[in-house]
């Protein structure tokens, strides 16, 4: 054989094995593109005969073979024989082709979603006509399963060249109401319970049904959650156990339809001002972008969530608030609770409270409308302007923004303390310090009264008007600003350490602790940094000296209780060991963890006294931290800063 005969030869098998690998390749293509469109795909599938005969009887074929792309939730055969038994028809062909189309049409959305692209909500619209002239609706539950409407997805993700059939095991009836986007999203479910069952002797079901044209403004069920938080003694639609309360249940529910008009939210106009079917008005507040409405609550109005849920009688918008007319405000005076925020809106004297909120941090206000709890204690007008004056401000304008935040802080507590559940003691505020923004901490003395970080010689304050109930907390008014607490403002708080007090002022005028403890920036000529970790030793503990010494040794014994240049929270302390830490006084003292008997921690003195216990920890101030101890420490006053 010839070299051009074998090379030739050569050439033809090559060619044939590219050719078997190329069909080999296309054979093993994972994704092969679809060869039907949606309406190819119904008629080749069994369980979808009655929807291909439905679709050829009103010519809707053409239109779902076009380019679309189309998703096409798809009724089996058994859900078209259950639509026809329900409603009368013999066959399909006894159904008016107006209305089967129509029909059809509401299983038809544009674009192609596969159930992956699915979600709990109303973003679908069907090419179905509904309020308005809108596109109908769709509600997608998603929550177990695929729901649409109601209607369960038995079969997903039939893809077509253009579009996606998921088989559902119900026809989605017209027309659709209200009621079945209410009882259809797990989202409104207590808005369901409130128009059935908690009000059985109105028929909303029918009303909702109706001819309409209707406007309805749906709560969510945080909504609901928020208003039964707000209503003292009522924990459930259970609550609303008499006639009399089931009726005004209704009345607040009738306060949200508005009959005659369905009004998208393209429709409203600012200012405009709305009769509901209970008769009171309602007034529309459009501001950037966002629709709300209000009502004769003084609580915040209440926002669109979802706008536009489109009914064949009715357009839905679903809201964040439960709306009150006057009528339901009235009748539920002394059981309807404020927010923090809206109590201090409400009253007169602690005007320059909510302008120090709002000035300070704009979500303030908000973050005092949450949920909380809180116990708030707020200052009055008069303390507010006592405060100005005090610290050469002019105006609430004049407060540098992070100071007037953090001092306003300075009077919340987590949790709903009424004056009954107060203690003398300390609690954190929600007031921070330091870089690692550390709580600040306050002092209770309920000895007489209730008196917050000493009173107000003690830049602290005295609750005048205790207990506010409020919807997310309680409210004490105070008569005093309270400011943010120094070491030294906290020794002089606690009545434990009158004694230590006396020490540090009275009996060692030539070293003024005072200053020095109070000092919160910066280091003097004197070298100290003004952050202090203190052991403070309470009055029982200097009782237990032979005698308090005298300023020479005194001086000593107080540097001996401080370290300077740390804020030492107990967290901060060895576990199961030893810390071994230098005074201002120059001696070492051993914090040692855990304590014995009742004590905390143990600690060793300059002088080896080892018998000393830490009984509580952790009184923070702006400057340093207070630890409190049962006993004097001693130094070793041949080794001191002298």
Known sequence: MSKYLRFKSFLVISALVIAFVSCS??????????A?????????????????????????????QGAGPFTIFAPNDEAFAQFLSANGFASLEAVPD???TQVLLNHVVSGDLGSGDLSTGFDLSTLATGAGGLNLSLSIDTSDGVKVNGSTVTAPNRKGTNGTIHIIDAVIGLPTTPVTFVTTNPNLSSLATALTTATPNNDFV???????PFTILAPTDDAFAELLGRLDGF????????EQLQTLLATILQYHVVSGDAEASADLTNEQVITTLQGEDLTVRIEGGVVSFLDADIEQPANVAVADIVASNAIVHAIDKVLLPQEAVDALEGVLLSSITDIAIATPALSNLVAALVAANGELPT??????????????????????????????????VDV???VLLNHVVSGANFSTDLTTGYVSTLSTSGPEETALSMFINTADGVVLNGGRANSGATVATADIKASNGVVHVVNGVIGLPNVVNHAIANPQFTTLVNALTTLTPATDFASILARTEGENEDGINPSFTVFAPTNSAFAALDAIPAEPTLTQVLLHHVVGGANVRSTALTPDGDTVATTLENDEITITLPGTG????????GSGNNDIGITAVDVQATNGVIHVLNKVMIPNTTNNSN
């Open 25 to 34: 390749d296309d054979d093993n293509d994972p994704t092969p593109q679809p």
């Open 36 to 64: 039907l469109d949606v309406v190819g795909i119904a008629s080749n599938t069994a369980e979808l005969s009655n929807l291909v005969a439905a679709l050829e009887k009103v010519d809707l074929v053409g239109t779902l």
């Open 98 to 100: 107006d209305v089967l």
């Open 206 to 212: 029918t009303t909702l049904s109706g001819d309409g």
């Open 235 to 242: 924990d459930s639609f259970d609550d609303f156990n008499t």
């Open 367 to 400: 973050v005092l409308r949450g949920d909380g709890p809180f116990t708030v204690f707020a200052p009055t007008d008069a303390a507010f302007k006592a405060f100005l004056e005090a610290n050469d401000f002019a105006t609430l304008g004049d407060v540098p």
């Open 404 to 406: 007037l935040t953090n």
């Open 598 to 605: 009742d004590n905390i921690a143990d600690v060793q003195d």
